[in-house]
Structure formats: C-alpha cells, structure tokens
C-alpha cells in the first residue's frame, strides 16, 4: 500500500513537472482531461510522453496565423500585408494616404492642391500653355506618388516575387497612359524618345542618386551578383532590339541604292519594327517566367535577406497598412487624375515646341519619362508599337542615331559599374554626371524639320560614313 501511495505521489510529481506551455495550451475541458488521462498512466516523466502530449494538443487547440500586430491573417493575403481591417475606413484611408512610406513620400503629398489647380487653369484659361503644361507636370508627381504607395500596399499583401512584378507594373502605369495619349496625338518623335529617355532615366539618374546618397554613409554598397547578370543581360538584350531597326535603315541609306525608295525603306523599317516588339514582349513574359516560376526561390531569398538587412523593416511593419478594397480605389483614384492630367500635358507639347524652342528629343528624353528601364524596353515600348499597328498607325522603332548613340554609352557606363557587384558614391555622381550631359546636349538638339535645313552638312556626313564604311 505504501508503495502505491508513493508511486501515486511519483506521478502527482511528475504530473506537476510537464512543460508549461503544454499546460497553458490546454485551455479547453477535453484538453485538461486528455492531460489528467497521460498523468495518471506517465510513471515518469519521460521525454517521448511529453512530445507526444504537445503534438496531441498542437491538433486540438485552435490554432490562426498572426502577423507581428496580432492580425489575424485573412486567406490569401501575406502577413505583412495584413491590415486588421475590412472594407473601406475614409479617416483610416487618408490618414495612411497622407502618412506615405517616407518623409520624402509625405513631401511629395504637400503638392496635391495643385491637382486641382492645374485641371482648372487647363479649362478657364487654356491659352496659358506654358502655365497649363507646368501645373500638370508638377500634378502628376503627387498622383504618380499614390499610384505607387497603392502598388506598394497591394504588394505586401501578395506572394514576394509577384508582388515586386505587380508593383512594377503598376509603377508603369503613368508611362504607358503618356505614351497612349501621345500615340493619339501622333507625337511619334516624343514617343521614341520618351521610350529612351525613361531607360537613361532609371540607367543614370535614378541609379547615380541611389549609389550617391548610399556611398555618403556607407563606405562601399553590395548587390547580388544574379540580379547583376540577369539585369545586364536583359538590357543588352532590350538595346540591342531598339537599336536594329535604326541600324537597318541607316545601313540601306548608306548604300544609296536606287531600286529602294524611301517609302519603300520606311515600310521595311515598320515590318521590323513590329517584329521586334513581339519578339521582345515574348522576352519580357520569359523573364516574368524566369523569375516567378522556374528560379522564384533565388528572387525569394534575396528580397528576403534585403528585407532583414532594412534597418527601418521593423517600424514599416508595425505601420498601418491599406484594405485591399482601399488599395484598389487608391488606385483607381490615381490612375483617372493620371490620365485627365496626361491629357492637358500632351496637348501642351506642341505649343511649347513651338513656341519656346524645345526640342523634341528633349521634352521626350528628360521632361516625359521617369520609369523602369527594364519595363520599358521590354514591355512598354513594344506594346505601344503594337497598339500603333492595331490602330492602323506607323509608330516603328526606327530612332534618331542621337538617342541609339546615348542608349549605347549609357548601357556600356552602367554596365562597367555593375560588373564588381558594389558601387559607392563616386560611381553614383559620375552616372549622374553623364545624364545631365545627355540632357545637355538633348537641349540644343534640332528638330527633324530644322536639320533638313542643314541638309548639305548631313549629306557629307554621310558621305563619310559611306567611305569609312
């Protein structure tokens, strides 16, 4: 009897002694009696028989995802970009809106009574075009800003690779709304030099102001060597696509074959435009593969280690963040002010060329484009060629040999900083340095109409290049 009793009082011990958590866990009546049951028959307290007792409550217990706020995580959304919320909160949408991502995103909403601004002055007063074409381009930075935040939110909230191509594409919004208007306009020389412009946009100064303002507090800055190679490749791929129809027609030209007139040379320029642009959109949807599907885990990894490396990842994640449903009118909202403003800005392009002497390779290679390099040479460029030719117009890809020749440097500048995988803040001002030369000389660039007023220095131009050739 006595050993009974301490064999009884053995267990009542080793009963007191199970893991406190398993104990915690047990928060339901068929819990505690499931550990009133092992307690009896344990004779000890043995490591098997506790394991055992946590999977046994681990299936019991309700378990929910939570994110680090404590959210219940909603089906299909990822934790980071779960807003506790449902549906549609007006002060809680604004107050986000206006919180932005950054001190510099919250200057940029500062800018957003000139919206309404400039739509008024574009109607009261539309005989101001200098005025009407500055209000709309200083519009469309804060809407642009919107377009982005809401890409952003709506990122967060999906799987991380496709998130990044979402938010990408919808960066690419405003581009292609510009280009679409422009191609109504039959404003072909501002569209293909805004196709270049948006490449040297991102190559240069957007590139430069990165490596710039990270080389003043950090001595040297890394980047992954596949992004590197994938990135290097998939612009040489893109310019060498934009630079062979100019080339083809450049070659004939010099040749001065008789047999081939100049409509003639033009419709074969057109034919290989087109071609390229599905060939090249065909290498873009490769590239979409590439990332989500076939190598996803190499894009997952790296945005996951840069994401750990972010010093600031832990205050964004504790920020409140946008429903789904107000990511979808944040865009909706933006992407309409979008378009009515690209509309007042290209009807203003003609009068300001005219009248204040802007060349068109300026207006289209600095003051259009500000996009990625990567979507525009692959996708955005080429789909507007093939909406051209579904619209029955002859937008081809045939540039001037000024902006091939600029892409190229560009290209080769960027691509000798890149090779080492690092990059500090000298690189960054040299790149910065080269764009503002490109504008430069982008300025004091002629018109196609004023250099067949130079015609005879353009025939001994050829006239070398025929020789030399």
């Known amino acids: ?216 507090t950090r001595e040297e800055q890394e980047f992954d060597e596949a992004v590197s190679e994938v990135g290097s490749g998939l612009l040489l791929t893109a310019g060498m696509g934009l630079i062979v129809p100019s080339a083809f027609e450049t070659a004939l030209e010099l040749k001065n074959s008789e047999a081939l007139s100049a409509e003639v040379i033009a419709e074969k320029v057109l034919n290989i435009s087109r071609v390229t642009a599905v060939l090249l959109i065909i290498a873009y949807g490769t590239y979409v593969f590439f990332q989500m599907r076939t190598h996803h885990g190499i894009y997952d990894a790296i945005l996951e280690a840069d994401e750990q490396k972010d010093e600031d990842r832990h205050e964004d994640l504790q920020k409140d963040k946008l429903t789904f449903t107000e990511c979808i009118v944040a865009l909706s909202i933006s992407i309409a002010l979008v378009t009515l403003i690209a509309i007042s800005l290209v009807e203003q392009i003609p009068h300001i060329v005219e009248e204040r002497g802007i060349s068109d390779a300026f207006m289209g290679l600095i003051l259009v484009p500000l996009e990625q390099t990567i979507q525009t040479a692959l996708f955005n460029g080429p789909l507007v060629v093939i909406i051209s030719w579904g619209l029955g117009k002859k937008l081809d890809l045939n540039f001037e040999m000024f902006d091939i020749v600029v892409l190229i440097l560009a290209i080769l500048v960027v691509g000798n900083f890149l090779r080492d995988q690092k990059s500090n803040y000298l690189e960054g001002a040299l790149c910065v340095i080269v764009y503002i030369i490109i504008a430069v000389a982008a300025f004091f660039y002629p018109n196609p109409e004023e250099t067949h007023v130079a015609g005879e220095a353009t025939d001994a131009a050829v006239e070398v290049l025929r020789a030399l050739l």
């Open 1 to 216: 009897m006595a050993r009974t009793a301490h064999r009884r009082k053995d267990n009542t011990t080793s009963s007191s002694t199970a893991p406190k958590d398993d104990i915690e866990m047990a928060t339901t009546p068929q819990a505690q009696g499931h550990i009133a049951e092992v307690s009896v028959e344990t004779t000890g307290a043995s490591t098997t028989a506790h394991h055992n007792l946590s999977e046994m409550l681990h299936h019991m217990l309700p378990t929910h995802r939570v994110n680090h706020k404590g959210y219940k995580v909603t089906k299909g959304i990822q934790p980071d970009g779960e807003s506790g919320r449902r549906g549609i909160h007006p002060f809680h949408f604004f107050r986000i809106c206006w919180a932005s991502t950054s001190d510099a995103s919250r200057l940029v909403n500062i800018l957003w009574p000139v919206v309404p601004a400039a739509l008024a002055v574009k109607y009261t007063r539309p005989e101001k075009h200098l005025v009407i074409f500055i209000l709309n381009y200083i519009a469309m930075v804060p809407c642009a800003n919107l377009i982005g935040f809401a890409g952003q939110e709506l990122a967060r909230k999906l799987p991380k690779v496709f998130g990044i191509l979402l938010e990408t594409t919808l960066g690419s919004i405003v581009e292609m709304i510009l280009f679409i208007v422009l191609l109504t306009r039959n404003e072909y020389s501002v569209i293909q030099a805004a196709i270049l412009g948006s490449m040297l946009a991102t190559l240069l100064l957007c590139l430069g102001m990165c490596f710039f303002v990270g080389g003043l």
